[in-house]
């Protein structure tokens, strides 16, 4: 291959750095304030033990094939039946993550004659779906009632005759905000539409037994509910509850469900443990409330900012090549923090997201607020 075939890559790349946005894989160190294993399930030794105890009983590793060959595994069955019971919903389907779920639901559900509306802050995987989608698409301000409803209003003045979709967060995993989900989910009742919830960072934290701030509507023929795996659930996967009818459909109709090789049956035999930790543990989301109350207390003492009221605890920056410098100061000190920059937040505002999970201690993270305030001290732009 000659030089000049990667010369576009290099120069990409080379934009990146210039604008301190190029990324780099690097290795966990120190105390953890990154993650999202909230309720410090990903280690603990019960979880463990059921990974163990299936592998016993002969659970495969791998599914060895899709969900409509031969990879339908007992183990995908039973845990899509727990979690349907679990979190009240008609119907559950395992994805291989996250990211696959949404990507899978937009790009599949929404018809041609429909309308998504979705929050300008929605994940990525969203976005990826919403890009293949069939239907028509606007984005709107973070967290404006108003706004899904004038676009939604506007398009059915214009003729729309499908049905909207309403895409949000229940908790915004940059800034750490609730969405307004009563009231969308009065819009969505009041149009004829469906609202789709991405519960990723409350999943087992927050919510009537940690099933999330859409529990109220649970069972609802026209809510959708994605609960990521990868969070506070510790392991990996999505479970998606929606309607028994959209279940059908997108086993028939999704091609990323319908051409890929199942989960790990092992996996899944995790995650039923891990829902089984939710419930029998509720201590864990209890510790975990106070530790995120301390942490807000800390940063309002020391750094003189607001909080979002969550586990997620983004502190602005601003600059990119200073939210780095900053975060390299306090991992160098043995807090392992991040700088999240563009395109993953909005330009400008760069920032250090602290991530709260109880594998840290009331010390711990006074000791990680003064570094991290003395690094922004000094740390100048």
């Not at 791998?62 to 069955?77: D, P, T, V």
């Not at 037994?209 to 023929?221: M, P, Q, T, V």
């Not at 939710?278 to 864990?284: K, L, S």
């Not at 505002?349 to 602290?354: E, L, N, Q």
Request: charged share 20%; with cysteine; glycine share 10%.
């Amino acid at each position: 291959m000659s030089a000049s075939a990667l010369a576009g890559y290099e120069a990409t790349l080379a934009g990146l750095e210039r604008k301190s946005r190029i990324r780099e894989l690097a290795a966990r160190q120190g105390i953890d304030f990154t993650s999202n294993d909230y309720l410090g399930i990903a280690n603990t030794p019960r979880l463990k033990a059921a990974i163990a105890a299936a592998l016993y009983r002969g659970v495969p590793a791998g599914a060895g094939g899709s969900r409509l060959l031969r990879g339908n595994h007992a183990e995908h069955e039973t845990l899509e039946a727990e979690a349907a019971e679990f979190f009240g919903a008609e119907r559950v389907l395992y994805c291989g993550s996250g990211y696959a779920a949404n990507a899978t639901l937009f790009s599949t559900l929404p018809q041609r004659n429909d309308l998504i509306v979705h929050d300008a802050l929605i994940h990525a995987s969203a976005h990826e779906g919403i890009a293949a989608s069939r239907a028509g698409a606007v984005a709107v301000p973070h967290n404006r009632v108003g706004a899904f409803e004038e676009e939604i209003r506007h398009w059915r003045q214009a003729g729309g005759t499908g049905h909207p979709w309403i895409a949000v967060e229940s908790l915004y995993s940059m800034d750490g905000d609730e969405a307004p989900l009563p009231a969308l989910a009065h819009l969505a009742e009041r149009y004829d539409g469906f609202l789709v919830v991405d519960e990723a960072h409350v999943t087992g934290v927050l919510g009537a037994g940690g099933r999330g701030l859409a529990s109220d509507f649970e069972n609802r023929g026209n809510v959708l509910l994605l609960h990521t795996c990868g969070q506070a659930l510790g392991v990996s996967g999505a479970l998606l509850g929606l309607p028994a009818t959209l279940a059908d459909y997108m086993i028939n109709r999704a091609r990323s469900f319908i051409y890929s090789t199942a989960p790990s049956p092992l996996m899944a035999a995790a995650v039923r443990e891990a829902l089984r930790i939710i419930a029998d543990e509720p201590e864990r989301r209890i510790r975990l409330a106070d530790l995120r109350r301390f942490t807000a207390g800390q940063l309002r003492l020391l750094l003189g900012v607001g909080t979002s009221g969550s586990q997620i605890l983004p502190v602005l920056i601003g600059n990119n090549a200073r939210a780095l410098r900053i975060a390299s100061r306090v991992r160098g000190a043995g807090f392992d923090v991040r700088a999240i920059r563009p395109p993953t937040v909005p330009e400008g505002t760069a920032r250090i997201r602290i991530s709260i999970t109880l594998n840290v201690s009331e010390e711990q993270i006074a000791d990680m607020v003064e570094c991290l305030a003395i690094a922004i001290v000094e740390e100048k732009s």
